[in-house]
């Protein structure tokens, strides 16, 4: 033992992250750079980072549940569909960060965001196909969704490992 203490996993530290994290995803939902069939989200960098950093049911809670309240919030009709896509990919990202890793730490990371961002291009595409009711629709908005996707798993491992975030967040936050 280094003489650091752990604190227990939902510790008001802990809680406080989940919910900042949340409120990010909330604002990052609110609003959207105009595309041909809706909006480009930028909330999945987000979700992706903090499914890296934090432990599956508190990565649910900032993906599925701050999509679905950002949704709520500003455009109701797909609020069930972010709140399952968006829970799945991170659930999915957090469990690979932690079970996953290879020779180096962010490879389970990496696996991790590829396998969530498929899981929102075809969650979301199904979702809108059901919920417009047109097929249309969601292949309109499919190129949208792919570049919405990798670039969050992009952001997301660049900034945990390339950017220190995850270093610094078990210096300061995991391990206080």
């Given at each position: 033992m280094s003489g650091q203490k752990s604190l227990p996993r939902y510790s008001p530290r802990w809680i406080t992250t989940t919910a900042v994290f949340m409120a990010m995803n909330i604002a990052m939902s609110s609003f959207g750079i105009p595309v041909p069939g809706g909006h480009f989200y930028l909330?999945?960098?987000?979700?992706?980072?903090?499914?890296?950093?934090?432990?599956?049911?508190?990565?649910?809670?900032?993906?599925?549940?701050?999509?679905?309240?950002?949704?709520?919030?500003?455009?109701?009709?797909?609020?069930?569909?972010?709140?399952?896509?968006?829970?799945?990919?991170?659930?999915?990202?957090?469990?690979?960060?932690?079970?996953?890793?290879?020779?180096?730490?962010?490879?389970?990371?990496?696996?991790?965001?590829?396998?969530?961002?498929?899981?929102?291009?075809?969650?979301?595409?199904?979702?809108?196909?059901?919920?417009?009711?047109?097929?249309?629709?969601?292949v309109l908005k499919l190129p949208y969704q792919i570049l919405q996707a990798v670039l969050g798993a992009l952001a997301g491992v660049l900034l945990c490992y390339r950017g220190r975030l995850k270093a610094l967040f078990e210096k300061h936050v995991a391990n206080q």
């Open positions: 909330n999945d960098v987000v979700i992706c980072v903090a499914a890296i950093l934090l432990d599956p049911l508190s990565a649910f809670a900032v993906g599925g549940i701050g999509a679905f309240l950002g949704d709520l919030f500003f455009y109701p009709t797909p609020m069930f569909v972010s709140l399952v896509v968006h829970g799945l990919q991170a659930v999915v990202i957090s469990l690979c960060t932690r079970r996953l890793r290879g020779t180096r730490e962010w490879h389970g990371a990496a696996v991790g965001v590829s396998i969530g961002a498929v899981l929102m291009i075809v969650g979301y595409t199904l979702g809108r196909a059901f919920i417009y009711a047109t097929p249309e629709y969601a």
